[in-house]
């Protein structure tokens, strides 16, 4: 058992906790001098990622420089934007790491630091997934914002009511009103960016009555489900499907007809290139199973000779 203060221990478990990243001030409090420091460097058992913080001998890895632009930043600094996002599984590794600190810095090659007062959260301390959806949503398409917050809400990283008191917090969101809708659509069970595209530009554009998302008729969720009318309607995220999965869709298909259920498929050509064709003949199919109902025209069926809805 080490003794209760060391300072090799110290320094090995610090470096190991912050992915073989230290910063000057540190090796000052172990006790390690500026000499020393030098030395290791020279002898190339250290390398000085950047001034002012150093890495023991190893490859770069995207954590190392994490905890570099932390180090460089202050004790209150927190990781933000597709950092967070990336620390939260949410989002691949960014190049530029952003940093949130109420220190004022200049900008360094691969690191860019915000001033701003944030609350962290984990070992490595970004912020939290709420905040951070919020943070992404200016910089995200509308397509891209969905995927990042359905994903957030399938694996149950945070919760509608939480990305909504968020938003209250913030009077001057950024895009405050495509984030609303995309928080409405996920509290609907929205999952995906096709979804998405269906819900607003389809369903709720035309007046269709509000499906079931993700319901399991005993062969596998399905994207939309009329309950009442008993209609169907899968979305396809890829246009062209082969092998294995082209044969699931074509069976569960196969059997949702056996069961009197109406299946229709719709992918991205489809539901972004024409909704209004779609919303037409997901109309008709609800129609024909004893929907009362009247689809609306939309905007862009008004502006499009021949459309039937």
């Not at 001998?57 to 995207?62: A, K, M, V």
């Not at 940093?99 to 007062?117: D, N, T």
């Not at 945070?158 to 659509?185: F, K, Y």
């Not at 992918?267 to 609800?286: F, H, K, M, Q, S």
């Amino acid at each position: 058992m080490p003794p209760a203060w060391s300072p090799t221990y110290d320094f090995l478990a610090l470096t190991r906790a912050q992915s073989g990243v230290i910063s000057r001030a540190q090796c000052q409090l172990l006790g390690i001098s500026t000499s020393t420091v030098r030395r290791l460097i020279d002898r190339g058992w250290w390398a000085s990622l950047v001034p002012g913080v150093y890495q023991l001998s190893g490859e770069t890895t995207w954590l190392a420089r994490a905890w570099a632009g932390i180090l460089m930043a202050g004790p209150d600094a927190v990781l933000g934007g597709e950092a967070a996002a990336h620390l939260h599984g949410l989002r691949p590794e960014p190049f530029e790491i952003t940093v949130y600190s109420r220190a004022q810095l200049v900008r360094v090659p691969g690191w860019r630091f915000i001033r701003s007062q944030r609350q962290g959260v984990g070992a490595l301390p970004r912020t939290r997934v709420a905040e951070t959806i919020l943070d992404l949503a200016g910089d995200l398409r509308a397509e891209e914002l969905l995927a990042v917050m359905a994903d957030a809400l399938v694996r149950r990283r945070v919760t509608p009511e939480r990305l909504r008191m968020a938003l209250a917090d913030r009077p001057w969101q950024r895009q405050r009103a495509l984030v609303a809708e995309v928080i409405g659509q996920t509290k609907r069970g929205v999952r995906s960016p096709l979804e998405g595209r269906y819900d607003r530009d389809v369903e709720v554009a035309h007046g269709l009555p509000v499906g079931t998302r993700q319901k399991s008729l005993g062969h596998g969720d399905s994207d939309v489900l009329y309950e009442a009318e008993r209609v169907i309607v899968e979305l396809d995220g890829r246009e062209f499907h082969s092998g294995s999965r082209l044969v699931r869709d074509r069976e569960r298909d196969n059997q949702h007809l056996l069961l009197g259920v109406t299946p229709l498929r719709f992918g991205w050509i489809e539901v972004a290139g024409d909704p209004c064709r779609v919303a037409t003949l997901v109309a008709g199919a609800l129609t024909a199973a004893g929907w009362t109902g009247v689809p609306t025209p939309c905007p862009r069926c008004r502006r499009v000779v021949g459309k039937s809805v």
